[in-house]
């Protein structure tokens, strides 16, 4: 079973769709506790956005579609950031690291997600930490990725 199908059932309490064609370049959408995920996406992109619609079921209410209202984008960065911290977490680094993977691509397999997220999710680690982050008995050094043991 893949991080998909375990998210699902990790949050099998929220109203949880992935059968419909989203219109327009939705690939995913919340309202009112239920989340719908569009059907066409690799399997990669329906754990993200399920992850991330998670977010806005935590964090978000209202319409936020206009993204032209600033506030509308502080929550959609609100559950981005909640999608990276809980895909790609500091500790997932450090299993990484342990499991052998040694590149960009090997990372998102290891974590099912897209190259893209896992860059996106570094350079939010970035901003949020700096260049590294103390983690348990590791370092974690953003810029190159390298991770130190007993530290």
């Known amino acids: 079973m893949g991080k998909y199908e375990e998210a699902l059932i990790h949050y099998d309490q929220l109203d ?8 327009g370049k939705f690939k995913g959408f919340y309202d009112n506790g239920v989340i719908l995920i569009d059907r066409d996406l690799p399997t990669s992109l329906k754990y993200e956005t399920l992850i991330e619609e998670v977010g806005h079921h935590k964090y ?19 559950a981005r950031r909640y999608a990276f911290e809980n895909i790609v ?9 342990e499991f052998g993977v040694s590149n960009i691509h090997e990372l998102a397999d290891f974590f099912e997600v897209t190259i893209i997220f896992v860059k996106d999710s570094l350079e939010h680690y970035k901003r949020k930490h700096g260049l590294e982050v103390k983690h348990g008995d590791y370092l974690i050094r953003f810029e190159p990725l390298t991770i130190y043991k007993n530290v």
């Open 89 to 97: 977490t500091l500790q997932g680094l450090i299993e990484a690291f």
């Open 60 to 78: 978000t209410y209202g319409n936020i579609v206009d993204q032209s209202d600033i506030s509308n984008v502080k929550y959609e960065l609100k």
């Open 16 to 23: 949880i769709n992935d059968t419909f064609n989203l219109p």
